[in-house]
């Protein structure tokens, strides 16, 4: 498994518009980071307070199934609404 903080160089050009959507709606307030797990089939992305150390994720593939697709403004708001919220679990999306 590797984690790391995101950066543009390090991402698939199918994934890169995602990072890119997390990167602006949390700059500055999160760090954005990428998961890479099962030999390279399964692919997250994390925005993670670094405050909190909670996380909310997102499978972005795994196996043969992508998600290419942005973040819609609802799970953007979840996001938002999951970090502030002070519970400590991570959020899985």
Same mark, same amino acid.
């Given at each position: 498994?590797?984690?790391?903080?995101?950066?543009?160089?390090?991402? #698939?050009?199918?994934?890169? &518009?995602?990072?890119?959507?997390?990167?602006?709606?949390?700059?500055? !307030?999160?760090? $954005?980071? *990428?998961?890479?797990?099962?030999?390279?089939?399964?692919?997250? #992305?994390?925005?993670?307070? &670094?405050?909190?150390?909670?996380?909310?994720?997102?499978?972005?593939? !795994?196996?043969? $199934?992508? *998600?290419?697709?942005?973040?819609?403004?609802?799970?953007?708001?979840?996001?938002?609404?999951?970090?502030?919220?002070?519970?400590?679990?991570?959020?899985?999306?």
């Amino acid at each position: 498994m590797l984690e790391a903080i995101y950066k543009s160089g390090e991402v #698939a050009p199918d994934f890169q &518009p995602i990072f890119a959507q997390l990167s602006k709606e949390f700059n500055g !307030k999160c760090e $954005i980071w *990428r998961r890479v797990e099962d030999f390279g089939r399964c692919l997250s #992305a994390a925005v993670l307070n &670094p405050t909190t150390q909670v996380a909310a994720i997102i499978v972005l593939k !795994k196996g043969p $199934i992508k *998600r290419i697709t942005l973040l819609s403004p609802s799970e953007i708001l979840k996001i938002r609404e999951y970090l502030a919220s002070g519970l400590h679990e991570d959020l899985c999306l």
